[in-house]
């Protein structure tokens, strides 16, 4: 299984972005896909998963801001992030999980920047 995110960069508070990961490979039949980060300095913590196309689940600093999708006929997940918060800068991780015993993969990280 490879993923490959895009879509990071530099943007101003009250800012969007989207975020979007490929995967590619062996697929888990049944899979979790989502979108993880790590803040400078901080642990890496979830921001938002999707099961099949409409099961989210987000982390509470972001709900309400952040919008976690899915197409599957593109292996694809996307993340619109509207209203940005100079908190919201981190490396974004995509992941895919398999549903059967939980083996984790990860993409390579794309770097998201909000200036105040």
């Known amino acids: 299984v490879q993923l490959q995110a895009s879509g990071g960069g530099l943007v101003q508070a009250g800012g969007s972005l989207r975020l979007s990961c490929v995967a590619s490979?062996?697929?888990?039949?049944?899979?979790?896909m989502g979108w993880y980060r790590r803040a400078p300095g901080k642990q890496r913590e979830l921001v938002a998963t999707?099961?099949?196309?409409?099961?989210?689940n987000y982390a509470d600093s972001v709900k309400g801001r952040f919008t976690i999708s899915r197409d599957k006929a593109k292996n694809t997940v996307y993340l619109q992030m509207n209203s940005l918060k100079p908190d919201d800068t981190a490396v974004y991780y995509c992941?895919?999980?398999?549903?059967?015993?939980?083996?984790?993969?990860w993409g390579q990280g794309t770097l998201v920047t909000v200036s105040s």
């Open positions: 992941n895919l999980r398999d549903w059967y015993d939980s083996t984790d993969y």
């Open positions: 490979g062996m697929l888990p039949g049944i899979n979790i």
């Open positions: 999707i099961a099949r196309s409409t099961t989210t």
